[in-house]
């Protein structure tokens, strides 16, 4: 949820801190927005999601398997 306007980038980044790929990168207004992944041709294991505004920098944590 953007609580003011503001240039935003999202990325996929693997354990060793490679961008595997850019979801989304540009200005963004407030509200709340959503971004899916489609891992084509990665490697089960952890990935970390990165939000990076102006005043914002979050990193989650994600799990990719093939087996679930």
Do not use: A, C
Not at 26 to 52: A, M
């Amino acid at each position: 949820n953007l609580t003011e306007n503001s240039d935003v980038s999202i990325h996929v980044k693997d354990v060793l801190g490679n961008t595997v790929t850019s979801l989304f990168k540009g200005y963004q207004t407030t509200g709340s927005y959503s971004v899916e992944w489609y891992p084509k041709n990665q490697h089960d294991g952890i990935y970390f999601i990165v939000l990076d505004t102006r005043k914002i920098h979050k990193v989650k944590k994600m799990i990719l398997s093939s087996k679930l």
